[in-house]
Every structure is written in structure tokens, then in C-alpha cells.
């Protein structure tokens, strides 16, 4: 375990399956304690992340709902007495329809999660960073966040939301010592994109096809921006959108 994050601690989202796991681990890999928020407790994940030599704790938390985050940053600072980092990265695809066969239902969970959930967990874990004097975000967009993506227009526009978002926020931590940033992943070999591709072949070309370096990105490409965007490397770093892929070609 290297020491470069020894004695911080950071808040992972959607932290125990895909980006939000490999990102965890990276961050223990560094010396952070680490929270891993999710729906669900992955073992496995914590188990990893103990074998590290980190210090780590799993919260439940639909980062959507109000009392849940904010039960989430008192948690952390319970446990470990501050809070350093986060890569708030919990997010749904929601359901593939055209805009207008869109529900209501669809729009509002997966704007819920996506978009109100990074505004809700910023709110809660910006002024406990400042209390450290230094520290960053990351919220996890998309390239579907800088283009257009037709059958999803739900997930589109929350993703767009996160990039104007966390420039706003960027902008208004920029004095209080705080960066804020996004990264914009392409596709992405998760869970996710097993569920959007149902492991056929087709589709599986299909959305390889959109990437020119022709396969897919993996989870430990993504988690290794998001730490150095975080780390002391990145300290001129802030309201940027990094487009984290192999040259997303959509129209």
C-alpha cells in the first residue's frame, strides 16, 4: 500500500460494483480510509479493500433521498473524523425508449439518482472539506454527458446536468480550497453495460463499435483518473470534464 493519500479519507458512491469498486481499491491501494456507499454490500469488495491494509466502512445509501446522504456524510465523520475526497458515482441507465415514449417514472428516478443525488451528496460533503482546509471531488458523468445518445434521454440529460453541475460548484469552491471535477467515462466494461447490451454479440459490436480503439474501457482505467484528479498531481485541476475513453464517436 502506497502512502500518498495515508491519514485522508474518502467517499466512494456506487462503491461496490464497477467503477465505484475498482476506484475504492485504488484509493485504499493509496492509504485512504475508505466508506463504500451503495444499495447493496459487496464482501467481496470490502474484503479487497481490508486486504489493502485499509481502514474501511460500507453505508447504505440511496443518494437520492436527503436523509440518506446526510446520514452518510454524519456517518463518515463519526467514524473517522473527517472527510478528504469523494467520487460520487452512483448512477442508472434507467430504461431505453425514444423522448417522447419516455415515462414519467423513468425521468424522475434516473434524474433522482444521477443528478439530484451529486447535487445532494456535494451538499453534504463540501462543508466538511473545507473543515480540512483541502480537498477534492469527482462526480462521475459520461460521455453521454457531452453528446447526444438518441433512446436515452433521461440518462442524457442528468449527464449533462453533472458536467454543468460541478462546474457551478467548481467554481464557488475554487477559494475554499476545495476542486471539483468530473470524469466522463466512455464505455465501460460493468454491470451496467452487461444490462444495456444483454452479453449478445450484436449489441455487443455494436457499442465497441462506437469506441475507435475497439474494445471496451475497464473499471481500473476509469478509477485511476478519478485518483489523480484527486491527488496533489491535479492541484491546477478544477471544473474540468475528462473524457475518459477511446475516442467516443456518436452523433
Request: proline share 2%; net charge negative; aromatic share 6%.
Amino acid at each position: 500500500m502506497e502512502a500518498t493519500f495515508k491519514n485522508k479519507v474518502a467517499i466512494v458512491t456506487g462503491g461496490s460494483s464497477g467503477i465505484g469498486k475498482s476506484t475504492a481499491l485504488a484509493f485504499a491501494q493509496k492509504g485512504a480510509k475508505v466508506v463504500v456507499v451503495d444499495w447493496i454490500e459487496n464482501s467481496e469488495t470490502m474484503n479487497l479493500i481490508k486486504d489493502l491494509g485499509a481502514e474501511t466502512i460500507f453505508i447504505k445509501c440511496d443518494v437520492s433521498k436527503t436523509e440518506d446522504v446526510k446520514a452518510m456524510v454524519e456517518k463518515t465523520i463519526e467514524t473517522f473524523g473527517r472527510l478528504d475526497y469523494a467520487y460520487n458515482n452512483a448512477g442508472v441507465e434507467g430504461k431505453s425508449a425514444v423522448t417522447q415514449d419516455c415515462t414519467e417514472e423513468n425521468w424522475d428516478l434516473t434524474i433522482g439518482i444521477n443528478l439530484k443525488g451529486i447535487w445532494l451528496c456535494m451538499k453534504y460533503e463540501i462543508p466538511e472539506i473545507v473543515k480540512q482546509g483541502k480537498g477534492a471531488i469527482v462526480n462521475c458523468a459520461s460521455v453521454a454527458g457531452l453528446v447526444g445518445f438518441a433512446g436515452l434521454p433521461a440518462y442524457v440529460a442528468s449527464k449533462h446536468g453533472v458536467i454543468g453541475l460541478s462546474k457551478t460548484a467548481a467554481l464557488e469552491c475554487s477559494k475554499l480550497g476545495i476542486r471539483i471535477n468530473v470524469v466522463c467515462p466512455g464505455v465501460i466494461q460493468t454491470p451496467m453495460i452487461d444490462r444495456l447490451t444483454g452479453k449478445t454479440k450484436e449489441a455487443i459490436e455494436q457499442f465497441t463499435g462506437l469506441e475507435p480503439i475497439g474494445r471496451f474501457g475497464k473499471p481500473e482505467e476509469i478509477a485511476n483518473a478519478v485518483v489523480w484528479m484527486c491527488s496533489d498531481e491535479a492541484s491546477f485541476v478544477t471544473g474540468h470534464a475528462m473524457a475518459v475513453d477511446g475516442g467516443f464517436v456518436a452523433q
